[in-house]
């Protein structure tokens, strides 16, 4: 018997350990799209729900709007949009389909060039594979910052406090706040876990499973900005150009990829990386130049798109004026849920940008989500898409992801259920209940 028993543990293999390539794999790429969907699919079940309730079908809701847009540029291309898609005053004429930038509507009409696919179907399966990529991103880049945030140089309390009237200085800490106990820093990967899901469960978020250019907007610039922090400069200069062809906030993209690079070469970079950085800076304009000559030769207006968009839906840069009044209508008078709400999500993005700076959240991604919020905030049109508007700024939400990481599981789990399931209702409630929420 012993001799058996020793034959038997002679000859047991013990289990091979993964490789680190499938345990890389699994930890950047599987475990943020399983958090991902796994949150969206609760927006989802919500609002096909709602959507039953109000008598109103899933499959429109997720193509209403712009959605009908894209899709139908996407089949019929730019000359051949039907005539019932208006403007906001209810006008079709044959450059009014030129507002909508062409990224998202010419990448669904090449998946819809796929066996058995329909450009409805075709837009959805984008979607899908476009926040993949979206998702292991905003885990890698929350990862990123909270490396670099660990590191970060405090900042001069001190200092600021000298340079401000005695009533503002109180405000401040007397000395630079000292880094928190090794003890006490949040784990990269958990906080990137935890970005992912925030993102997810923005209050606009369902936009992601729409047929609209947030998911491939968000896919880029997030990749464009781990490119920036990591200096691969080619991947932040061709994700910039896509960007920029995907909507006009594409600029902010553009901009921080130019600034970054031209101060990188201010570091005289040896001569392969600065002709790698030249690149990202020449490469980054293209698309958005590239749509904006396009709109001109079809127009003859050198400024075409800019007159399209104020003229069809009185988009333009007015220095937040229409913001503000909207803001303060709708806190006074407002008895609707979504006006009110969507006046308190914008009231709200001035003080997550204050929590980055005092986070110190990397300068190039803060850059860019303070640029998101102003191009949105300081231009006029249909306020009640604001929301939507604002979910490419969701790198302020790592701040709180970091917070939230150094909580316990459960902690984290009981903090994300209320924000996933107040996400959920809002975004149905804005697509099956409220007439002009996009």
Same mark, same amino acid.
């Given at each position: ?18 490789? =680190? ?164 820093? %949040?784990? =990269? ?34 990749? %464009? ?76 207006? =050198? ?81 009640? $898409? ?22 316990? =599981? ?13 996400? $959920? ?14």
């Amino acid at each position: 018997m012993a001799s058996l028993a020793e034959d038997s543990t002679t000859t047991a293999e013990p289990v091979p350990a993964p490789p =680190p390539g499938t345990d890389r794999f699994l930890r950047l790429w599987v475990a943020p799209v399983v958090v991902f969907f796994a949150i969206r699919a609760v927006g989802l079940l919500v609002l096909a729900d709602m959507a039953y309730l109000n008598g109103k079908s899933l499959g429109d809701r997720l193509s209403a709007w712009d959605g009908e847009w894209m899709l139908a540029i996407a089949e019929h291309g730019y000359d051949g949009v039907p005539v019932d898609l208006t403007d906001a005053w209810g006008i079709h004429t044959a450059d009014t389909a030129y507002a909508f930038f062409p990224g998202y509507p010419y990448l669904v009409s090449l998946a819809a060039k796929l066996p058995l696919v329909s450009t409805y179907g075709a837009a959805l399966l984008v979607n899908v594979v476009l926040c993949v990529f979206a998702a292991s991103g905003v885990a890698r880049l929350g990862a990123l910052c909270t490396e670099r945030m660990a590191t970060a140089t405090p900042l001069p309390w001190r200092r600021l406090r000298s340079t401000l009237p005695a009533a503002l200085a109180r405000i401040l800490p007397e000395s630079s706040k000292p880094r928190p106990a090794p003890a006490s820093e %949040a784990d =990269p990967y958990t906080v990137g876990l935890i970005a992912v899901a925030l993102f997810a469960a923005t209050p606009m978020s369902i936009v992601l499973n729409m047929a609209y250019t947030e998911a491939l907007f968000c896919a880029l610039a997030v990749w %464009a900005l781990i490119g920036v922090l990591e200096e691969r400069w080619l991947l932040a200069g061709v994700c910039a150009l896509f960007a920029g062809a995907t909507r006009p906030t594409g600029v902010v993209v553009i901009g921080t990829v130019i600034l970054v690079g031209l101060l990188a070469l201010r570091r005289r970079p040896g001569r392969h990386e600065a002709s790698r950085i030249w690149a990202a800076i020449i490469l980054s304009p293209l698309g958005y130049l590239g749509f904006l000559c396009v709109v001109w030769a079809h127009t003859g207006d =050198p400024l075409g798109w800019f007159t399209i968009q104020t003229d069809g839906w009185d988009t333009r840069f007015d220095f937040g004026v229409a913001a503000v009044r909207f803001v303060n209508d709708t806190l006074a008078h407002s008895g609707d849920v979504a006006p009110v709400a969507t006046a308190w999500i914008m009231l709200s993005t001035p003080l997550l940008i204050a929590v980055a700076v005092w986070s110190r959240l990397p300068w190039p991604v803060l850059l860019y989500a303070a640029l998101v919020v102003l191009s949105i905030m300081a231009s006029s049109g249909l306020m009640m $898409s604001r929301a939507r508007l604002l979910l490419p700024a969701f790198v302020l939400l790592i701040p709180f992801a970091v917070l939230l990481a150094r909580r316990r =599981p459960a902690a984290i789990l009981l903090a994300l259920v209320p924000v996933v399931a107040g996400s $959920s209702w809002f975004g149905a409630y804005m697509l099956t209940v409220y007439p002009h929420a996009m």
